[in-house]
Each structure stands twice: as structure tokens, then as C-alpha cells.
């Protein structure tokens, strides 16, 4: 199985598609995979979520990584294999989701906000973490988070993320970050939302160089 982070290597971003209908769905993730984006959730709150995450996994290339967002339940776990979903993200650090996700074969990113979830979720087999939301972890925590945290952990910065607050987090140690409605919301059309991600494809090429 392929890590998290060979799918974050070129283009760190997970693009959360919180709403997303299944009609639209393959236009709007081949607009974002244009762009560059190798990593796509549905929430399991968006309307025939698990439909969606299937016909993403049908569609998409091998190197892209489709999966599950608030996912809230183990039994969810399994669903989304199911229908071809290899990623679980949740909003907060469920251990029994985690293990489920690992005995599947799955990477999982739990939502954490202090460091004993973080502990906690990685001593569970994390793949990574979601910090989230990110103003309970600003980048001076995440600066003082990352002395005591393994050096290959992969902490993701999640919620209300724009481009201009990127470098920040990254010099404090991010090793990527989850987007959501800053680029993309229920009802966008497929060239807004091509634009954000261009926007953002363009902020993180800023910051490389």
C-alpha cells in the first residue's frame, strides 16, 4: 500500500468536497487533478457520499488517492472500502476508527487538537494528522507540537486554510494541508473551482521557490 505521504510529495493538499452531488463530481476532481491535486474526501455528510467516492475511484487515476471525510463510525470503515475508498479522514481521534481503517488496508487521518489525541491517534496507526480546526493549532503550537512529535509525521492544517496563511504553518513544521471551503462549496461551478485550485497550485509553487 502506498503511503500518505507519496501522495502528498508533489502537491500537499487534500481536497475536501463537503456537499459535492454525484452528477458533478467527476468534472469538478478532474478539474482539481489538473491542477494538480492527487488527493480527494467526500465528507459522508454530502449527499450520496459513498456513490460519489465510488464513481471517483472508478474514474480517477491509480495515482490519485479518493476516500471519506467525517467519517464518524466504524462500521462507515468498511462502506467506503467497499466502493473503492482508500482514505479515511475523520474530525476527531476515534482509535477504533483508526485500527479499523489499518485492518483494511486504509491510510487514515484523524482530527486532532492536543497532543495527547495526537499521541494517542499515532500510537494507533495514524498515517497522519489532521489538525483541525486549524485555529486550535496555529502554527507557534505547531512549531512547539513538532520537538516532541516523531520527525516523519505528517501533520496537516485543516479548516478555513487560505493561501496567504501557508507559508506560516510550513515553516512551523505542516506538512501539507486539507482544503475545503475556501476551495470548493456546495453549488460552485466546475471553473470557480478550478480557479481556487489554480490559486492555490500557484501559492504552493511560490512557497517552493
Sequence with gaps: MLTLAHYLSDFPFIAILRGVQAHECIAIAD????AGFRAIEVPLNSPDAFYSIQLLAQHLPTTCLVGAGT???VAQVKMVA???????VMPHADTAIIAESKRLQMLCTPGVATLTEAFSALHAGADGLKLFPS??????VLKAWRTVLPAETICLPVGGIKADAMLAYIEAGARGFGLGSNLYRAGMSVAQVRDNA????????EIET
Design 31 to 34: 478539474a482539481l487533478v489538473e
Design 71 to 73: 467519517v464518524l463510525d
Design 82 to 88: 467497499d466502493v473503492g475508498g482508500k482514505l479515511i
Design 135 to 140: 485555529e486550535s493549532v496555529p502554527p507557534s
Design 198 to 205: 489554480l490559486a492555490y497550485a500557484h501559492a504552493w509553487r
